[in-house]
C-alpha cells in the first residue's frame, strides 16, 4: 500500500513559477512510476507527466513541454513537478499519482493504482 500527499500549490501570477511535491510512503517507492494529473472545473481530469520507476523515461502532455519539468528523488520518496512559465490554461487541482505496472500507456489515469488529495494551483492573468 503507498499512500501519496501532494503540497506546493498556491495562487501565481501568469508567466510564474511554482514547484509541487509529493512525498510516497512505503519501502518500495523506487519501483513505483509516478504521474502527474490535473482536472480544471467542468473538464475531465487530464495527464500532465510521468516518470518511470527507475528515472530513465519521463513522458509529457504537449501542452506543457518546455515548461513543466518531473523530477524524483528516490531516496526521499518524493518526486517534484517544476512548473514555470505558468499560463491561466494551467489552473486546475493537481494530483499526484503512483502505479507499480510496467510497459504501460503512463499518461492514462486508470494504470494508477494510488492517489493524493490534490493541491490547488491557480494562475491569474
Known amino acids: 500500500q503507498v499512500q501519496v500527499v501532494e503540497s506546493g500549490g498556491g495562487l501565481v501570477q501568469a508567466g510564474g513559477s511554482l514547484r509541487l511535491s509529493c512525498v510516497a510512503s512505503?519501502?518500495?517507492?523506487?519501483?513505483?512510476?509516478m504521474g502527474w494529473f490535473r482536472q480544471a472545473p467542468g473538464k475531465e481530469r487530464e495527464f500532465v507527466t510521468a516518470?518511470?520507476?527507475?528515472?530513465?523515461?519521463?513522458y509529457y502532455a504537449d501542452s506543457v513541454k518546455g515548461r513543466f519539468t518531473i523530477s524524483r528523488d528516490n531516496a526521499k520518496n518524493t518526486v517534484y513537478l517544476q512548473m514555470n512559465n505558468l499560463k491561466p490554461e494551467d489552473t486546475a487541482v493537481y494530483y499526484c499519482?503512483?502505479?507499480?505496472?510496467?510497459?504501460?500507456?503512463?499518461?492514462?489515469?486508470?494504470?494508477?493504482?494510488?492517489w493524493g488529495q490534490g493541491t490547488q494551483v491557480t494562475v491569474s492573468s
Open positions: 499519482a503512483a502505479t507499480g505496472r510496467r510497459n504501460i500507456d503512463y499518461a492514462a489515469w486508470q494504470e494508477y493504482s494510488y
Open positions: 512505503g519501502r518500495t517507492f523506487g519501483s513505483y512510476a
Open positions: 516518470k518511470t520507476w527507475s528515472g530513465s523515461s519521463t
